[in-house]
């Protein structure tokens, strides 16, 4: 019998089988489409995602596809790229990575990775450490009982029957699992109007003037739409709205024509390289699971774009999910472990939604910096992205003595309250914190004598990382192997915790 079926092969359903794969698992993908996709969608990695894909082994093979530029203009507006007021001398900013993510992380991208380069890179890694993934094979239907589902899949070779332990269905924003299950949805659904997404490529150096920016809101009447740099040279996405025509009004040709009218440049060699309609959705499933089925990704919560929100909380989804399969497949834990899945990553889902819809209002609130930005966001309810990405806790049945909430809206606070992530420090050039903890749950704790338990045991020496976790005066945290603190206080009474936090 298969371990874990994971219905829809996007970026949710290739992490997911990723991080099962890390803790032992071999999962089987199923996805619909021929291949993955090839349209790059998500462009900015959170630091948190980093942190995921490092763990799994997987830090350097996205380092090798990102793109080594960080947007120094942000947002831009102008009629046409070609009218728009750069000046001729791009500033001398380095491509530093971001600094405040880097206090909080081991983890941090010096650039972009557009969600196609992310997805190739996932998908071999699941591959070589043994997952399957069918790519033109749909999830047809499925059934459940006390011990498994039964899934009737629809591949090249016909219709056939799977069982397995357990679904996670990242089948999408339209997920047919979701609305098999009845599982309802709240948040206003599809907002605004149908848009069209054209990947092309052309040479925009001579427009760009060497400057970078994320992207440029076009004005004119002409073709009115928004330039969104891939790899701020040759790949380039225009996002235009589709409105009321079907999607084949806009063959090759005319998606040119708006494009080089966008620009502002007559004759621009351009190459349209694939075009996506969508449009902009915000929903929050009702609940995450049903018996041995998980919503994960864009199936549990679709969000605006703007906070890069999206495909960032959905990686976290898998990444929650896979340790928590693996200790129940395994016997670690027991089954109520899966419980706390939904407790912990719907209300995250839920910020995520609510600090999206709020930038979708007024981007401004997203793109400007300064004093009187911030002033302007704590005004609007708006939290900063990387709290929104990382400055939550969890509080569930898998975190004893939780303090949930947000204790910043500005800053990300990581102080060893259980329910936060393990603070991060260096304890030798290459090794962070972070990477102590392995595939099971760890014990850090400072010099002198830690009692054994159903965990593994760490001393780190730091005296200003013990005094930040909050751990100094011969405490201990035991951290779940998604980095998560679970407990923390006298390291004798760990045994007992790490049986807590198991459920067993
Ligand atoms: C234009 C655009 C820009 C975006 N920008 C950002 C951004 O900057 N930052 C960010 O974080 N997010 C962004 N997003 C959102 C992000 O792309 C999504 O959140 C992310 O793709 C969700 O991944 P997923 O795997 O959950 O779902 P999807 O990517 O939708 O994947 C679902 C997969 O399931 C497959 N499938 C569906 N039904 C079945 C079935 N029955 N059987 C088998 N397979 C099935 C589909 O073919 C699909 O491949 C953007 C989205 C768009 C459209």
Request: proline letters at 7%; hydrophobic letters at 45%.
């Amino acid at each position: 019998m298969t371990r874990v079926l994971i219905a829809g092969g996007g970026t949710v359903g290739l992490s997911t089988a990723l991080f099962l794969a890390h803790h032992g698992v071999r999962a089987l993908v199923v996805e619909r489409a021929d291949g993955p996709s090839t349209h790059p969608r998500a462009t900015g990695l959170s630091f948190r995602t980093l942190e995921f894909l490092r763990q799994a082994g997987v830090a350097d093979a996205v380092e090798a596809v990102a793109i080594r530029r960080t947007a120094t203009l942000g947002k831009i507006y102008a009629p046409t790229l070609a009218t728009a007021d750069l000046p001729d001398t791009p500033p001398a900013v380095p491509n530093t990575p971001n600094l405040a993510a880097s206090r909080h992380s081991p983890s941090v991208l010096r650039g972009t990775c557009p969600q196609d380069r992310l997805d190739s890179v996932l998908l071999a890694a699941a591959r070589e450490r043994g997952a399957t993934v069918a790519y033109s094979t749909t999830l047809v239907s499925f059934d459940q009982d006390d011990t498994g589902v039964t899934a009737v899949l629809d591949g090249p070779d016909g219709r056939r029957t799977e069982r397995a332990e357990y679904l996670v269905a990242a089948d999408g924003g339209r997920s047919a699992v979701r609305a098999a299950l009845g599982i309802g949805t709240t948040g206003p659904g599809a907002l605004g109007k149908p848009l069209l997404n054209i990947l092309f490529r052309a040479d925009l150096t001579p427009y760009t003037k060497g400057h970078h920016f994320a992207n440029c809101t076009i004005t004119t009447p002409e073709s009115p739409g928004m330039l969104v740099t891939v790899d701020a040279e040759k790949d380039w996405i225009f996002h235009t709205e589709l409105g009321d025509e079907p999607v084949d009004a806009f063959p090759p040709s005319r998606c040119a024509a708006l494009i080089r009218a966008a620009v502002g440049v007559p004759d621009l060699a351009v190459e349209v390289l694939s075009v996506l309609p969508w449009r902009v959705r915000g929903l929050l499933a009702d609940r995450f699971r049903a018996g041995r089925v998980f919503l994960a990704g864009d199936t549990a919560h679709a969000v605006p774009p703007l906070g890069a929100f999206g495909a960032n909380t959905g990686v976290a989804d898998a990444h929650n999910l896979a340790w928590k399969l693996a200790a129940v497949l395994d016997g670690v834990a027991g089954p109520a472990l899966l419980d706390t899945y939904e407790a912990e990553r719907r209300p995250v889902a839920a910020l995520a939604l609510d600090q999206a819809l709020r930038r979708l209002e007024d981007p401004r609130l997203h793109w400007e910096q300064g004093p009187s930005a911030a002033a302007a966001r704590a005004a609007a309810g708006v939290v900063n992205a990387p709290v929104v990405h990382l400055g939550y806790r969890y509080d569930s049945a898998a975190v004893l003595g939780a303090r949930a909430g947000l204790p910043s809206t500005e800053d990300v606070v990581l102080d060893g309250t259980p329910g936060s992530r393990l603070p991060h420090a260096w304890v030798s050039p290459e090794v962070s914190t972070l990477d102590l903890v392995g595939r099971r749950l760890a014990l850090l704790t400072g010099p002198g004598a830690a009692p054994a338990g159903d965990y593994d045991v760490h001393v780190v020496e730091d005296e200003e990382w013990l005094r930040d976790t909050g751990i100094a005066d011969g405490g201990a945290v035991l951290v779940r192997p998604d980095h998560f603190i679970a407990w923390r206080g006298r390291p004798d009474e760990a045994a007992g915790a790490a049986v807590r936090v198991l459920a067993r």
